[in-house]
């Protein structure tokens, strides 16, 4: 059987997204927006954007969710963090379930006594915060001699979805879960053939 590494199943960095630390909120979004990753001829968008500081050395990651975190309008920051939460809590019932999108929407701007052009003014205000502001700090990498199964552990034991590719230092690409699943997937409902 033949041994499969890192770098067999990685995305070379040439082919994948990244910013620098002092770029924006909204340039993120732009290169997130504008990238599509070829996996076995399924066209997907990236969920992490890679950070580098001024010396092309890696800094970070940022997530989709760090963004939308980042780009909270700070008319909300000021509220507590329960009253934050309990702006955009809802239990649904029948009377939720019958009502349109729009009146539960208004509904929830009434209760926080914010405006529609407000969240919408404090979401422009924030797309230009510096994505380092609000990046993970990119604490394990993989290099890309190692075995595959070694990054399915790295990111099972880790919680993480993607892991930047190392080699002489330096990031040579990423490799995300989806490539190691379907790499295990090919290798259970493909198995050798029994040696005679």
Known sequence: METIRVADLMIPIEEYPWVYEWQSLKDAIAKMS???????????????V??????????????????????????????PL?????????????????MSKDKWFKGLLER??????????????????????????????????KH??????????NNLSLLPVMEGGKVIGVLRSVEVFQEIAHILLNPPEPEK
């Not at 001024?54 to 920051?77: A, Y």
């Not at 939460?85 to 009377?95: A, G, S």
């Not at 230009?128 to 993970?136: I, N, P, Q, S, W």
């Not at 595959?148 to 034991?157: G, I, R, S, T």
């Open 34 to 48: 504008e990238w599509q990753i070829d996996c076995d001829g399924r066209k997907s968008l990236p969920r992490i």
């Open 50 to 79: 890679l950070v580098f500081d001024k010396h092309d050395k890696l800094k970070g990651l940022v997530r989709r969710r760090d963004i939308m975190r980042g780009l909270e309008p700070s008319i909300l920051e000021e509220k």
């Open 148 to 157: 595959f199964l070694k990054a399915a552990y790295e990111m099972v034991d």
């Open 82 to 98: 329960r009253e934050r939460k309990r702006i955009f809590d809802f239990r649904v019932n029948t009377e939720v379930a019958e």
């Open 112 to 145: 926080s006594q914010l405006s529609y052009e407000q969240l919408v003014h404090g979401i422009f205000e924030r797309a230009d915060r510096d994505v380092g502001e609000v990046m993970l700090s990119a604490n394990l990498t993989i290099e890309a001699d």
